[in-house]
C-alpha cells in the first residue's frame, strides 16, 4: 500500500482504467471484484477453496453456445473452477 492514499482515490483508478478499456472486472460469485488486463487472450479461473487466491486458467474447452436452452442466445461465458491450490492442499 501506499502511505496517503485513500482507498476512493484507487476505486476511482480502477473505474478509470475499466472505462478505458485497459483492465476489465473479472465476477467471482460470493467475492469482491477483481481486476485483469483487459488485452489477454480469453480464459478461465480456479479459487482455492482455503485460501480464497483465484488463478489463471489458460485456455478454455470452446464454443458453449449449444449450451443455452431452446431459444436463448448465448453471447459470453464464464468457468470458475474450485477446489485446493497447491500450498493448500
Do not use: W
Not at 34 to 62: M, S, W
Not at 73 to 78: A, K, P, R
Request: hydrophobic share 30%.
Amino acid at each position: 500500500m501506499i502511505p496517503g492514499i485513500g482507498i476512493a482515490t484507487i476505486y476511482r483508478n480502477l473505474k478509470s482504467l475499466v472505462e478505458s478499456g485497459t483492465l476489465k472486472t473479472v465476477e467471482i460469485p460470493g467475492t469482491a471484484p477483481r481486476y485483469e488486463l483487459a488485452d489477454l487472450d480469453h480464459h478461465h479461473h480456479f479459487q482455492c477453496n482455503t485460501c480464497d487466491k483465484v488463478f489463471d486458467i489458460h485456455g478454455c474447452p470452446g464454443n458453449l453456445k449449444q449450451m443455452g436452452p431452446p431459444g436463448f442466445t448465448v453471447i459470453s461465458h464464464n468457468i470458475t473452477l474450485h477446489g485446493y491450490c497447491p500450498d493448500c492442499k
